[in-house]
């Protein structure tokens, strides 16, 4: 899961007060576009006449920058444990608003234009993503490797694993209802806390919606923070931790049916198949994909009830129904009985050799005992020990909520 994210932060004077809206903005030496995105953010407050106030959270910046954001009329407050997340969630905790709208503070997003955002806030929406696919990208906003594969690539992940309605997963401005989104215990310390929030207010069913959004060219003259190999994995990194069913049940189940099927189909003889024979070696790889896939769901179930058990996910009866029916001894007792079928094949495989007086056997003919009877042995034992296993996850602990 996500590294933990602890800020130590003094926030004993950093409540929500009576302001409506906290612009924030994480900064880590934007010198060049810092006064230029405050003064924008401050001519909406006053323009639009709702009480606000703009936020610095600056994760260690060296050139000044807090100067120039005090200087602008800007509240900073520094976030000394490092990383985009860290900045953004040390900023949210810091705001005295009860809606927040984040923004890079690199001049590529237009301050000056909140409206959208506020407007569907006040309707009730917890969760107010910007959409540049929507709004537009200008001419050098975006590189090409982001605007055609990193983006689409992992918003369609992101759609498709959590049904998210967002089209634009990683938009860099959004609102959002402060207290809901603190609700959802975000940890990730990097850039995929922007997928982390779209994902948690998903799977927790808070009130989703998106805007337009125009991006446009940094003002900057340094290069960009962000490394599109290593945060683009990052970014799917979470997603697959997040989705069990995605990385370990849907996998886990295609190579089970794919290998029992298999199986069935060769044991009795091999076969061929427009002018391919295949035969034990295939068997063996049937066989080694019944085993991973009853592995890969096995996982699945305990990466799950440990989901629930964090608080990483919601609660889920239907599914601890099923899991409370898979008893301790339930599962010994599948177990074994897989066991008895492994050495009742494996009888038959050592009668076959004693017939031939302990001598050559036929590797065709032996195997399709042998193989069948080594992937049952393997089953039990991982029956049994998965049953072992989500009995210690059973456990109660007093210090983990929700107890399921």
């Given at each position: 899961m996500p590294d933990t994210l602890i800020v130590p932060l003094d926030l004993t004077d950093t409540a929500p007060g009576p302001c409506e809206l906290t612009i924030l903005m994480p900064c880590l030496n934007e010198a060049e576009t810092l006064a230029v995105c405050i003064a924008k953010a401050l001519g909406y407050l006053e323009r639009s006449g709702v009480t606000g106030e703009v936020l610095i959270a600056d994760n260690g910046s060296t050139d000044g920058s807090q100067a120039i954001a005090t200087a602008a009329g800007a509240r900073v407050?520094?976030?000394?444990?490092?990383?985009?997340?860290s900045a953004l969630l040390g900023g949210i905790q810091a705001a005295r608003g009860m809606f927040v709208i984040m923004g890079d503070s690199d001049d590529s997003y237009d301050f000056s234009d909140l409206?959208?955002?506020?407007?569907?806030?006040?309707?009730?929406?917890?969760?107010?993503?910007?959409?540049?696919?929507?709004?537009?990208?200008?001419?050098?906003?975006?590189?090409?490797?982001?605007?055609?594969?990193?983006?689409?690539?992992?918003?369609?992940?992101?759609?498709?694993?959590?049904?998210?309605?967002?089209?634009?997963?990683?938009?860099?401005?959004?609102?959002?209802d402060r207290a809901a989104i603190l609700g959802l215990d975000l940890q990730a310390p990097g850039m995929e806390f922007a997928s982390e929030m779209v994902v948690k207010a998903t799977i927790h069913g808070l009130k989703i919606t998106e805007v337009p959004t125009t991006l446009s060219p940094d003002g900057r003259t340094r290069p960009p923070?962000?490394?599109?190999?290593?945060?683009?994995?990052?970014?799917?990194?979470?997603l697959l931790l997040f989705s069990p069913s995605w990385l370990f049940?849907?996998?886990?189940?295609?190579?089970?049916?794919?290998?029992?099927g298999t199986m069935a189909w060769l044991l009795p003889a091999p076969r061929s198949l427009d002018g391919v024979t295949f035969g034990i070696h295939t068997l063996f790889y049937a066989s080694l994909a019944v085993a991973v896939g009853f592995d890969s769901s096995l996982f699945y179930v305990f990466a799950r009830l440990y989901g629930m058990r964090t608080g990483l996910v919601p609660l889920d009866e239907r599914f601890l129904r099923v899991t409370r029916m898979i008893t301790l001894e339930a599962g010994l007792l599948a177990g074994l009985m897989l066991l008895l079928l492994g050495f009742a094949l494996a009888i038959l495989a050592v009668s076959a050799w004693t017939r031939a007086a302990f001598g050559d056997l036929t590797p065709e003919l032996t195997m399709r005992l042998v193989i069948p009877s080594g992937t049952c042995i393997l089953l039990a034992f991982q029956t049994a020990y998965g049953a072992f296993f989500l009995s210690v996850l059973e456990i109660p602990s007093g210090r983990r909520t929700p107890q399921i």
């Amino acid at each position: 899961m996500p590294d933990t994210l602890i800020v130590p932060l003094d926030l004993t004077d950093t409540a929500p007060g009576p302001c409506e809206l906290t612009i924030l903005m994480p900064c880590l030496n934007e010198a060049e576009t810092l006064a230029v995105c405050i003064a924008k953010a401050l001519g909406y407050l006053e323009r639009s006449g709702v009480t606000g106030e703009v936020l610095i959270a600056d994760n260690g910046s060296t050139d000044g920058s807090q100067a120039i954001a005090t200087a602008a009329g800007a509240r900073v407050v520094p976030i000394p444990a490092k990383g985009y997340g860290s900045a953004l969630l040390g900023g949210i905790q810091a705001a005295r608003g009860m809606f927040v709208i984040m923004g890079d503070s690199d001049d590529s997003y237009d301050f000056s234009d909140l409206d959208a955002f506020v407007t569907r806030l006040r309707e009730g929406h917890a969760l107010v993503m910007g959409n540049r696919f929507k709004g537009g990208i200008k001419p050098g906003a975006m590189p090409p490797l982001h605007r055609y594969l990193g983006n689409p690539v992992l918003t369609t992940i992101g759609r498709v694993f959590f049904r998210s309605p967002c089209g634009d997963f990683h938009c860099g401005l959004r609102g959002f209802d402060r207290a809901a989104i603190l609700g959802l215990d975000l940890q990730a310390p990097g850039m995929e806390f922007a997928s982390e929030m779209v994902v948690k207010a998903t799977i927790h069913g808070l009130k989703i919606t998106e805007v337009p959004t125009t991006l446009s060219p940094d003002g900057r003259t340094r290069p960009p923070h962000l490394r599109s190999w290593r945060d683009g994995w990052r970014h799917l990194r979470f997603l697959l931790l997040f989705s069990p069913s995605w990385l370990f049940l849907y996998p886990g189940i295609a190579l089970m049916a794919a290998g029992v099927g298999t199986m069935a189909w060769l044991l009795p003889a091999p076969r061929s198949l427009d002018g391919v024979t295949f035969g034990i070696h295939t068997l063996f790889y049937a066989s080694l994909a019944v085993a991973v896939g009853f592995d890969s769901s096995l996982f699945y179930v305990f990466a799950r009830l440990y989901g629930m058990r964090t608080g990483l996910v919601p609660l889920d009866e239907r599914f601890l129904r099923v899991t409370r029916m898979i008893t301790l001894e339930a599962g010994l007792l599948a177990g074994l009985m897989l066991l008895l079928l492994g050495f009742a094949l494996a009888i038959l495989a050592v009668s076959a050799w004693t017939r031939a007086a302990f001598g050559d056997l036929t590797p065709e003919l032996t195997m399709r005992l042998v193989i069948p009877s080594g992937t049952c042995i393997l089953l039990a034992f991982q029956t049994a020990y998965g049953a072992f296993f989500l009995s210690v996850l059973e456990i109660p602990s007093g210090r983990r909520t929700p107890q399921i």
